[in-house]
């Protein structure tokens, strides 16, 4: 029996697509093999529903977590809504970025907060993942992916979601990796909170997707793991396994 897609449930099916432009990928400094493993990551997707090997694997890690740490049973991605109804617990979810293909199930989920990360639309609320509006221990269960290779100071966002996270809580959340490799930083706040550029500017996405401020300001390598474990516990799930660790889900919980 083949796999079966965990948000759409039908046979997975997988397309492929070279996503990762030669730009993007000299200034990454990607081989033939890292450039492979991403435009996996990115562009292998799910012939049904659209879900990227990244998607497939994000969405596959909340619904263990949410079995795991929240004992709500989840049957597929578009099952959380019901499910967490089912359960009758209440739990404060918090999509901090816009989850591309997986966004549409999660609208009618009880307890959600949704925002999107650098909105440029007035609709869309956005948060400055810095400088968080939330008050403390706000929520169970974070979900962020692709979000903090964008962000300039990330121990200020680590602090604010370490700050904004219950005790017991989880964070699910991806970032661009190569474990064969050490982070890089392409982009710092300045003394006076400009935006300095150290490396040629790099940016993430295209311009249609609405949002303002996709440079790079780190590419993450293996060390990626000890940055969270100055706030978190960390775990570390590779079940879509592509070379170099290129499609790592991380599940941050508040320190033991
Ligand atoms: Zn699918």
Known sequence: MGRVCPVCKNDLHLKGRD???DGLSVQWRLDVQERHAVNRREGDICAECGSSLRLIAFASVVKDVLHGR???EVSSWGDIPDA???SGKVLDIWECNDLSVLHPYLQDTPGLVYTQYASMLPEVPSEDLMDLGFGDNAFDLILMTDVLEHVLDLGAALSEMARVLKPGGAIVLTVPVLMNRKTRQRAVLDSS???RTILEPSYH???E???ADLLVAHE???DVTSLFQDFFDVALHNEEDLPFGANTVFVLTTKS
């Open 70 to 72: 929240f004992e709500v």
């Open 193 to 195: 909170g400009e935006v």
């Open 19 to 21: 996503v990762i432009p």
């Open 220 to 222: 993450f390598g293996s």
């Open 84 to 86: 967490l109804r089912r």
């Open 209 to 211: 997707d609405e949002l």
């Open 205 to 207: 996405g295209a311009p």
